[in-house]
């Protein structure tokens, strides 16, 4: 039953972002309009400079939700613990190479996943910001 009801909190939070991205979406229309006033090159210009603006910062959020969705696997393939002594890798991974086998399954730390991943895409937005101003004259 829980997970019928963490599905329905999901559709409607999912109801609520695309109801706020509906009204953001008519606001940003309408202050793209009045700042290009009636030059439909300059209304097109200025969404797809606003788009172009907002597709790395999109592609980084799923990056880190990919990244935190491959650690969550790694734990439930390994566990937390530095040496695991259960895991549920295959016994056929790496079967000819032993020592192999515990250096890749000691290495593939779903914590060092996370703090190795996470930490290079918080440092690409810090050293590539994007600047993006609409200056509106009234």
């Known amino acids: 039953m829980g ?3 963490v599905r329905f909190l999901a559709l ?3 109801f609520m ?8 979406s008519a606001s940003i229309s309408t202050t793209v ?12 210009a200025l969404g797809f400079t606003l788009m172009a603006a907002l597709v790395p910062l999109v592609v980084a959020v799923l990056w880190l939700a990919f990244v935190a969705r491959c650690a969550w696997f790694l734990r439930r393939l390994r ?8 895991s549920r890798v295959p016994k056929s991974f ?4 032993p020592r192999l086998r515990r250096v890749v399954i000691g290495l593939a730390h779903p914590g060092l996943m996370l703090v190795a991943c996470m930490g ?4 690409a937005f810090l050293l590539g910001p994007v600047e993006l ?3 509106a004259m009234f």
């Open 133 to 135: 101003t609409i200056e």
């Open 120 to 123: 290079t895409s918080v440092l």
């Open 33 to 44: 309009q009045a700042v290009a006033g009636d030059s439909e090159r300059e209304v097109t």
């Open 3 to 5: 997970l019928f009801f």
């Open 94 to 97: 790496l079967r000819g190479r």
């Open 12 to 14: 409607v939070a999912a």
């Open 79 to 86: 566990g937390w613990r530095q040496v695991p002594t259960l």
């Open 17 to 24: 972002v695309w109801a706020i991205s509906v009204v953001l």
